[in-house]
Antibody
């Protein structure tokens, strides 16, 4: 059974860089596309982007200039960096993937981590 | 503002059925063909209920069903139960793109 666990600093100062990791256990991260998704207060869910072990990435155009996703296959770990954060980046951040289902859709996520709360302070 | 429009809230009594619509812009009719639905309880990770419009993952109750007509996908929850009270999100992607978009979410209240 694969399990995901996000971690990172709960508090980030405005204009600084948010860094999160997602530890994956139970399977190799090289088998799947890995997504980051966030939920902001009052804004709902927002897809941030995905990364694949080949280095292929695809980011939400609204965040593309500030986002970097990467993978460390030796640690079976994903990383998310978001630069120049503002209060609007305050959210719960999730890593998620399509794990056991077959579909053409890139928007199917059947496994999620519990989420990591990030608050941006001024 | 999301490309997928959902009502902010719906409500129903236990045992009843409710339907939550998710509409794509009429100018993009036919462009959003792969719709998924998620249930989100506060403090928990979202849970996939429906994918590819009508398919239920293993372990999801058959009280949850999906459909699509023209540019509107719908999630129907039958036999409402108290534990169904949650926020429901649709998502999809536009044909020719790999950018995933979520609807704004619908808060379901079980009266």
């Amino acid at each position: 059974q694969m399990q995901l666990q996000e971690s990172g600093p709960g508090l980030v100062k405005a204009s600084e860089t948010l860094s999160l990791t997602c530890d994956v256990t139970g399977d190799s991260i090289t088998n799947y596309y890995w997504n980051w998704i966030r939920e902001s207060p009052g804004k709902g869910l927002e897809w941030i982007g995905y990364v694949f072990h080949t280095g292929s990435v695809n980011y939400n155009p609204s965040l593309k200039s500030r986002v970097t996703m990467s993978m460390d296959t030796s640690r079976n770990q994903l990383s998310l960096r978001l630069t120049s954060v503002t209060a609007a980046d305050t959210a719960v951040y999730y890593c998620a993937s399509r794990w056991q289902l077959t579909t053409r859709s890139p928007g199917v996520f059947d496994i999620w981590g519990p989420g990591s709360v990030v608050t941006v302070s001024s | 503002q999301s490309a997928l429009t959902q009502p902010a809230s719906v409500s129903g009594s236990p045992g009843q059925s409710v339907t939550i619509p998710c509409s794509a812009p009429s100018t993009d009719a036919g462009a959003y063909n792969y719709v998924s639905w998620y249930q989100h309880h506060p403090g928990k990770a979202p849970k996939l209920l429906i994918y590819d419009v009508t398919y239920r993952p293993s372990g999801i109750s058959n009280r949850f069903s999906g459909s699509k007509s023209a540019n509107t996908a719908s999630l129907t929850i039958s036999g409402l139960q108290a534990e169904d009270e949650a926020v429901y999100y649709c998502n999809s992607y536009k044909s020719g793109s790999t950018v995933v978009v979520f609807g704004g979410g619908t808060k379901l209240t079980v009266l």
